[in-house]
């Protein structure tokens, strides 16, 4: 089952490490930004997986997420 972000989660900033660039941004931009990017990339790729990975990571509410497993 999904966990339920507050939009206080939601409104805050988190860093992203993804290609060992290191950013910070809103949560709810990242999540747009990062479903976008799954939604664009062929499934199974490295791009696709990065994405996945982080898309995720930003979903269980974590306040920094990597590409990196």
């Not at 950013?23 to 790729?45: N, V």
């Amino acid at each position: 089952m999904a966990k339920q972000l507050t939009e206080k989660q939601m409104n805050e900033k988190v860093t992203i490490i993804c290609y060992r660039k290191k950013e910070t941004m809103k949560r709810k931009d990242a999540i747009d930004f990062y479903l976008e990017g799954m939604m664009s990339c062929d499934p199974g790729s490295s791009e696709c997986g990065r994405y996945t990975t982080i898309y995720c990571q930003l979903m269980e509410g974590n306040k920094q997420c990597s590409d990196q497993l």
